[in-house]
């Protein structure tokens, strides 16, 4: 079967593309290391919906991951005709206090295993009708991020590599977007450490809201949903990097 897969869809945004693709008429596969989760996410779909939702355990930080699931998708004779490259996570602190291994995990899973699924998928996906790749990267992309380094520098990467690709993959028939959201409701703030940040307390986007505009602008090269997020990252671009690098430091002192 064609099928769309969703890294991290076991909650926040991952689980909102989950939804809304679902509701667009999709088949599915969805990876997380919570699988319980996601097969009740599959149950509700396939139940909604006339479409199978596969569920597939995977820790994205383990080197061998994103091998292991191209060739779980391979033998259950699944072709991907679109791919969401969501699981991501942050740590708030200081570079040096901060534990070097989740440090190198992060960059494992938002940037390693992104590079990784998308070389392993794009022979297929070219061969898809109207496929496309969607990588969440970040407003953190457009600037440094002083208590958020490592986070900031994936993020940067995320758009940097896809917008590359957009270019690259233009002619062969699958778009590539990179999805730039700000502070949005999920566990996301919990998990980097952040629910008491200027950022999370001026507050967030729904993720239903920022994947409905993730997915009707799933062929422009960079989409940053919400005008205020937008703003931000018009007026950075104005701004010397010392000013964008010194506010990034106090939004999540
Ligand atoms: N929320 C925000 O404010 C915000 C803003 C900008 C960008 N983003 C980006 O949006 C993406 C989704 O984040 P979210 O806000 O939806 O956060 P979330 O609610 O914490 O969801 C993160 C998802 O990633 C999965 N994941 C985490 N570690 C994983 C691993 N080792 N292997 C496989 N899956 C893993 C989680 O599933 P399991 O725990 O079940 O593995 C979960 O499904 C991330 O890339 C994040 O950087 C978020």
Redesign the pocket.
């Given at each position: 079967m064609d099928a769309i897969l969703i890294?991290?869809?076991?909650?926040?945004?991952?689980?909102a593309f989950a939804r809304q693709l679902a509701a667009e008429g999709h088949n599915l596969v969805l990876?997380?290391?919570?699988v319980e989760?996601l097969r009740e996410l599959a149950e509700t779909l396939e139940a909604s919906f006339r479409i199978q939702v596969v569920s597939l355990r995977?820790?994205?930080?383990e080197e061998k991951a994103a091998a292991t699931l191209a060739a779980e998708l391979d033998q259950q004779g699944i072709r991907v005709s679109g791919l969401i490259n969501?699981?991501?996570?942050?740590d708030r602190g200081r570079f040096q206090d901060l534990s070097l291994e989740r440090q190198l995990n992060m960059i494992q899973?938002?940037v390693t295993a992104l590079v990784d699924l998308t070389w392993r998928l794009v022979p297929q996906l070219t061969r898809a009708r109207r496929a496309f790749i969607i990588n969440?990267?970040?407003?953190?992309a457009f600037q440094a991020g002083p208590n958020m380094a490592i986070y900031y520098a994936t993020?940067a990467f995320v758009l940097s590599f896809s917008e590359a690709l957009h270019e690259e993959l233009r002619g062969q028939g699958v778009s590539v977007s990179a999805l730039c959201?700000?502070?949005?409701a999920?566990?996301?703030?919990r998990?980097a450490n952040m629910t008491d940040t200027l950022l999370f307390k001026a507050g967030?986007m729904d993720?239903a809201t920022v994947v409905r505009k993730a997915l009707a602008g799933r062929h422009r090269a960079i989409v940053i949903p919400g005008f205020r997020n937008a703003l931000m990252v018009w007026l950075g671009k104005l701004s010397p990097r010392l000013v964008t690098r010194r506010i990034a430091a106090r939004l999540q002192a």
């Amino acid at each position: 079967m064609d099928a769309i897969l969703i890294t991290g869809a076991s909650a926040g945004i991952g689980e909102a593309f989950a939804r809304q693709l679902a509701a667009e008429g999709h088949n599915l596969v969805l990876a997380a290391r919570r699988v319980e989760r996601l097969r009740e996410l599959a149950e509700t779909l396939e139940a909604s919906f006339r479409i199978q939702v596969v569920s597939l355990r995977c820790d994205l930080t383990e080197e061998k991951a994103a091998a292991t699931l191209a060739a779980e998708l391979d033998q259950q004779g699944i072709r991907v005709s679109g791919l969401i490259n969501n699981a991501g996570f942050g740590d708030r602190g200081r570079f040096q206090d901060l534990s070097l291994e989740r440090q190198l995990n992060m960059i494992q899973l938002n940037v390693t295993a992104l590079v990784d699924l998308t070389w392993r998928l794009v022979p297929q996906l070219t061969r898809a009708r109207r496929a496309f790749i969607i990588n969440v990267a970040s407003t953190a992309a457009f600037q440094a991020g002083p208590n958020m380094a490592i986070y900031y520098a994936t993020k940067a990467f995320v758009l940097s590599f896809s917008e590359a690709l957009h270019e690259e993959l233009r002619g062969q028939g699958v778009s590539v977007s990179a999805l730039c959201p700000g502070a949005t409701a999920s566990e996301f703030a919990r998990e980097a450490n952040m629910t008491d940040t200027l950022l999370f307390k001026a507050g967030t986007m729904d993720a239903a809201t920022v994947v409905r505009k993730a997915l009707a602008g799933r062929h422009r090269a960079i989409v940053i949903p919400g005008f205020r997020n937008a703003l931000m990252v018009w007026l950075g671009k104005l701004s010397p990097r010392l000013v964008t690098r010194r506010i990034a430091a106090r939004l999540q002192a």
